[in-house]
Each structure stands twice: as C-alpha cells, then as structure tokens.
T-cell receptor, first 114, second 113 residues
Framework: NAGVTQTPKFRILKIGQSMTLQCTQD?????MYWYRQDPGMGLKLIYY???????DKGEVPNGYNVSRSTTEDFPLRLELAAPSQTSVYFC?????????????FGPGTRLTVL | AQSVTQLGSHVSVSEGALVLLRCNYS??????LFWYVQYPNQGLQLLLK??????LVKGINGFEAEFKKSETSFHLTKPSAHMSDAAEYFC???????????FGAGTRLFVKA
C-alpha cells in the first residue's frame, strides 16, 4: 500500500512553459485535493475532486487545471508557468470530506519557475 | 467563517523539555480540529484530531492536545521533547458545517541536544 504518490519530486520551469504534476492514490479514496505550500502561509487549496469526473475550484485555482478520469489519479496541469507559481505542491486524499476526516498527503513536488 | 492562528513561527526547546505549540481558532460552527506534522522533505501526516468527543485528545508519538472552547484554543503538548520531534506542525480547523480544512501558517519546532 503506497498511499499517495507524486511525481516529479523537483522541477524547474521557464516562464511560459507548461507541465503536469502527477498524483496517484491506492486507497480507493473518493476525495482528492491539490494544495500549494508557501513559506509562512500554510496550505492553500487549489482544486479538489469528490469522485471520478467531478472537480471544483478551491481558494487559488488561477493558472491551474485538473482532471479526474479515474478514482486513483488526479493530475494538476500548469499552463503558462509564472514565477508566482514557484511553490511546493501537495496532493492529498481522504475517505470523507476534509473538514471532518483525516487527509493523507503525498511527499510533494517542489517547483521553481524562472 | 473559520480561521486558525498559530502563535510563534519558530519554537526551540531542549531535548527532554516540555513542548508547547499554540493554536487558536475561530469558527461559527462546532469545530473539528487537527494537528498535522511535516518532517523535512515529506508530506503532512495526522498527529491527532478533535471531533467533539473527549476534550483531551491523545495522538501519535506522545503528543496530546486539549480543546478549550472558552479560550478557542487547541494547544499541542508533549511532556519530553525528542530530537526526532524536530519538524513543522500545522493546526487546522474544519467541521461538519463546511467542506474545507483551514490550515494555520505552521510552527517549526527545533530540538536542541
């Protein structure tokens, strides 16, 4: 049982480039999330999904897109990368909604946009 | 609306000393409260959570937290710090009335030998 896995671990992008951050969970959780973590700011919710085919915006969705074609996978797409997207990105999942349930986090992707 | 304030972005203690990390919350509905820990270069993992049952909640690795409604606090404590406790700790608030969890800014704990 690997839990939540993310790839890549590190990435450097040039301004204007695009990339996809991959996230997979093997716990059969319906709920999945993408957060970004900036120093001194805690975690901010980018997008979330309550099941395959259902996604919605979180607090900071601008510049990102997601899809959820399967229960296991929840990729995050960055289009036209900007320096403001330099951050650490975490994928997470839970059985029930996050306000009442434990979230299980992946190890993170550290992204730098230059 | 909900919010979380963690007092002190950095806390330093000696090995064997008491660990106290402070968290105050604001919530218009009965809260669920969480403490997550993040070890270097890892994702967050749950330490403990309060779900309106017992006000004193015991978690992993000897940590515990007490829910005090009158003080709107949920401080995290451990009687004796260990070097392996060095990490960043996040307090978070949720509840049955909403969907999201609101995270505090985090407190980095340093443990001195």
């Amino acid at each position: 049982n690997a839990g939540v896995t993310q790839t890549p671990k590190f990435r450097i992008l040039k301004i204007g480039q695009s990339m996809t951050l991959q996230c997979t969970q093997d716990m059969n959780h319906n709920y999945m999330y993408w957060y970004r973590q900036d120093p001194g700011m805690g975690l901010k919710l980018i997008y979330y999904s309550v099941g395959a085919g259902i996604t919605d915006k979180g607090e900071v969705p601008n510049g990102y897109n997601v899809s959820r074609s399967t229960t296991e996978d929840f990729p995050l797409r960055l289009e036209l990368a900007a320096p403001s997207q330099t951050s650490v990105y975490f994928c997470a999942s839970s059985i029930q909604k996050p306000s009442t349930d434990t979230q299980y986090f992946g190890p993170g992707t550290r992204l730098t946009v230059l | 609306a909900q919010s979380v304030t963690q007092l002190g972005s950095h806390v330093s203690v000696s090995e064997g000393a008491l660990v106290l990390l402070r968290c105050n919350y604001s919530s218009s509905v009965p809260p669920y409260l969480f403490w997550y820990v993040q070890y270097p270069n890892q994702g967050l993992q749950l330490l403990l959570k309060y779900t309106s049952a017992a006000t004193l909640v015991k978690g992993i690795n000897g940590f515990e937290a007490e829910f005090k409604k009158s003080e709107t606090s949920f401080h995290l404590t451990k009687p004796s710090a260990h070097m392996s406790d060095a990490a960043e700790y996040f307090c978070a608030v949720g509840g049955t009335g909403g969907f999201k969890t609101i995270f505090g800014a985090g407190t980095r704990l340093f443990v001195k030998a």
